[in-house]
Nanobody, 114 residues
Framework: VHLVESGGGLVQPGGSLRLSCSLS????????MGWYRQTPGNQRELVSSIRPSGSTDLADSVKGRFAISRDSAKNTVYLEMNNLKPEDTAVYYC?????????WGRGTQVTVSS
């Protein structure tokens, strides 16, 4: 069982990215999944989540700009990020919302800079 995040990169302020989180070995639709981000010296913070029912939540800092979705056929969860700001710069990870969490993946770096 492992998680693989992808889709990060360098983008200018106001730009967009779509992150992908694929899970091997388990059905991702059976879990409440979250996208987390972490900056150096800080703890991971929850950015968005999606439950097996399909209900979603977003942190206040990204409401109106980010959206989470799931493709059960591809066993993948996505994070669509629009109107990116420099403060969104971080390594983004996905994992179960609840404990016990799965082994963390390597994450994907998002850098927002002009």
């Amino acid at each position: 069982v492992h998680l693989v995040e992808s889709g990060g990169g360098l983008v200018q302020p106001g730009g967009s990215l779509r992150l992908s989180c694929s899970l091997s070995g388990r059905m991702i639709s059976g879990y409440a999944m979250g996208w987390y981000r972490q900056t150096p010296g800080n703890q991971r913070e929850l950015v968005s989540s999606i439950r097996p029912s399909g209900s979603t939540d977003l942190a206040d800092s990204v409401k109106g700009r980010f959206a989470i979705s799931r493709d059960s056929a591809k066993n993948t969860v996505y994070l669509e990020m629009n109107n990116l700001k420099p403060e969104d710069t971080a390594v983004y990870y996905c994992n179960r919302l609840n404990t016990p969490q799965l082994p963390w993946g390597r994450g994907t770096q998002v850098t927002v800079s002009s």
